[in-house]
C-alpha cells in the first residue's frame, strides 16, 4: 500500500463512511483514472489537448471539412487506448460495484477500461473509441474491419465501402450532441444520488461537468479524488488530491475495514 498521509488516511475514512451510509451511491469518472494506464488525459499535465487544438482534432465541425486531421490524431492516441489494461483505479470501482456501494458509472472515457476490469453498469456519455460509423450512411463498422481498411487503403479517412464517406469512431466531438439516453439517465442517476464519487476528471466539460450539481441539488455529497483541484471543490464533502490509482483501493480497503468492524463475522454458536 503507497504511503499515504494522515490527513488523505483521515480523508478516506470520511469518503468510506459517507459510501456505506448512502442508499445510491454513483461513481462519475474522467480520462485521469485512465492515466495510470498509459492512456493521457486532455488537460492534465502534458494532456492531449495541451498538444493538438481540440478545435481543430476533436470538433465536429474540422472534421467534416478535413477528418483527416482527427484520423492523424486518432493514429497517435489510438494504439494506447486499444492496448491499454484497466489499473487498480477501475478494479476498485469494480469491487464498490460488487460490494452494492455504488449503483453505476457515468463515465466521459472512451476506453471500455472500466466494462475490462468488471463493472456492469457504465454508462458512456462520451461514445466508445471501439465501435465507428460511416458519416454518410450510418453503417456501422467494427474495430478490427476499420484496422484492416487503413492497413489495405493505406490513407485517411477510411471510407465507407457502401457509400465511401469517411468513417468517424463513435465518440463524441466537440460540437455534437451526446447520446440522448445515456446523458438522460446521467441526470436522473445524478439527481437520485445521496453520494457521487468524482474521479479523475477536471469537470471542466459540459453537460457533464453540471451533472454534480443535480446531486447537491438534493442534498447529496459529493467525494472528489483528483490530482488537480476543480470548481466544485469548495462544494464537495470530501477533496483528495492524489492518484485514483492509490485512492480508490485504499477506500475500499477502509470500506472493508468499518464493514467488519461494524458487522463481525457471525461466531459459531450464533448460526
Ligand atoms: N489520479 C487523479 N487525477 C488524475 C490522474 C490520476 N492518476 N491523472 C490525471 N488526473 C487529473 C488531471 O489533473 C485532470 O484534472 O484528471 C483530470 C482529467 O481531466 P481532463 O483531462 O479534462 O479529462 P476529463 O475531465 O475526462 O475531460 C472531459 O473533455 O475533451 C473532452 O471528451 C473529452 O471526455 C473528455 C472531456
Ligand atoms: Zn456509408
Known amino acids: 500500500m503507497k504511503i499515504l498521509r494522515l490527513l488523505e488516511r483521515k480523508q478516506i475514512h470520511q469518503a468510506a463512511e459517507l459510501l456505506i451510509n448512502s442508499s445510491h451511491a454513483i461513481a462519475l469518472t474522467g480520462a485521469g483514472v485512465s492515466t495510470e494506464s498509459g492512456i493521457p488525459d486532455f488537460r492534465g499535465e502534458g494532456g492531449i489537448w495541451e498538444k493538438y487544438k481540440p478545435e481543430i482534432y476533436g470538433n465536429i465541425k474540422s472534421f467534416i471539412k478535413d477528418p483527416s486531421k482527427f484520423w492523424k490524431l486518432a493514429e497517435k492516441v489510438a494504439p494506447k487506448l486499444f492496448t491499454a489494461e484497466p489499473n ?3 478494479y476498485a470501482l469494480a469491487e464498490l460495484e460488487d460490494m452494492g ?4 458509472i457515468i463515465t466521459q472515457n472512451i ?3 472500466h466494462q ?3 463493472n456492469v453498469i457504465v454508462y458512456e456519455v462520451h461514445g466508445n473509441i471501439n465501435r465507428f460509423t460511416c458519416f454518410g450512411c450510418r453503417a456501422s463498422y467494427t474495430k478490427d474491419q476499420v484496422m484492416r481498411k487503413l492497413k489495405k487503403e493505406k490513407n485517411y479517412p477510411p471510407r465507407c465501402d457502401m457509400c465511401s464517406a469517411p468513417l468517424k469512431p463513435s465518440v463524441v466531438l466537440f460540437g455534437e450532441s451526446l447520446p440522448t439516453f445515456e446523458i438522460y439517465q446521467s441526470q436522473a442517476l445524478a439527481e437520485k444520488s445521496d453520494v457521487m464519487l468524482i474521479a479523475g476528471s477536471s469537470l471542466s466539460v459540459d453537460p457533464v461537468a ?3 450539481r443535480y446531486t447537491l441539488s438534493n442534498g447529496g455529497k459529493l467525494i ?3 490530482e488537480e483541484p476543480t470548481y466544485l471543490d469548495d462544494k464537495a464533502e470530501v477533496v483528495i488530491q492524489h492518484k485514483t490509482g492509490t485512492i480508490l483501493p485504499a477506500l475500499v480497503e477502509e470500506i472493508k475495514k468499518i464493514k467488519s468492524m461494524r458487522e463481525p ?3 459459531p454458536e450464533e448460526e
Open 224 to 226: 472528489i479524488i483528483n
Open 88 to 90: 487498480e483505479g477501475h
Open 210 to 212: 453540471d451533472l454534480p
Open 101 to 104: 456501494i455504488i449503483d453505476a
Open 265 to 267: 463475522t457471525e461466531s
Open 111 to 113: 476506453d471500455e477500461l
Open 116 to 118: 475490462k476490469a468488471g
